[in-house]
């Protein structure tokens, strides 16, 4: 029988062998794979392609609020997402299921449930709290044009949202200056941004917090500013 292959992306190991144990649990031949930070979690999804399921924690060193999130359904639309968070507030479960996650479920939760919301989202369904908080258009309209970014230009993106100059970014990301330059044109016109400072404002909207996304006009007020 082929192995059932499962990544976990959490920065806490002690919670990732928790999770590794339900998981053997359910599933007799499991393989399972670990990532501690964003950086562990690009090597883990490029390393492991095939991988069936992600469970996500949203707090790891590298990860911007919903940014690993979005990474991954860039990456493997095709793999479903269940975030395993401690911040289980209502804006930030809706923002997980608007950002394209399969499911979320609290830190808190005991492992008997944990192991019944992997089962549901690994059959398909979708798993998250009875309340949310209501849809954003906001949100829905920043998670539509993140999604038209390649995984490439997200990773720029968020060289630009740490204030990285292009030469860095060129650097860090193994590309030349002026693909870099490239790539930022592009993503300045998939955001309807005009500056790069504009872009940045809106990665702040990632944010887990109930923080909300930038109005439009702030940004043409900061455009200005520049």
Not at 169 to 193: D, P
Request: aromatic share 4%; hydrophobic share 45%; with cysteine.
């Amino acid at each position: 029988m082929d192995a059932t292959k499962i990544l976990i992306a959490d920065d806490h190991p002690l919670f990732r062998a928790a999770l590794s144990f339900g998981l053997r649990e359910l599933f007799a031949h499991a393989e399972i794979f670990e990532a501690a930070s964003f950086a562990l979690l690009e090597a883990a999804v490029a390393q492991h392609p095939d991988v069936e399921l992600a469970l996500l924690d949203l707090s790891m060193p590298g990860a911007k609020g919903l940014s690993s999130l979005i990474y991954l359904r860039g990456e493997r639309p095709e793999t479903p997402v269940l975030v395993i968070s401690a911040n289980d507030q209502p804006r930030t479960v809706r923002r997980a299921q608007q950002f394209g996650a399969a499911g979320f479920i609290s830190k808190a939760a005991p492992m008997p449930v944990l192991q019944q919301a992997i089962r549901a989202v690994m059959a398909g369904d979708e798993w998250f709290p009875g309340e949310k908080a209501g849809k954003s258009e906001d949100d829905a309209r920043l998670a539509t044009q993140l999604a038209h970014l390649t995984p490439q230009q997200f990773r720029v993106l968020m060289c630009v949202s740490d204030g990285i100059a292009n030469k860095q970014i060129a650097t860090q990301l193994g590309l030349s200056e002026n693909t870099v330059k490239v790539h930022i044109t592009a993503i300045l016109r998939k955001l309807e941004c005009s500056s790069r400072t504009q872009a940045a404002v809106l990665v702040k909207a990632l944010a887990t917090d109930d923080v909300a996304p930038p109005d439009r006009g702030d940004l043409v007020d900061l455009a200005a500013d520049e």
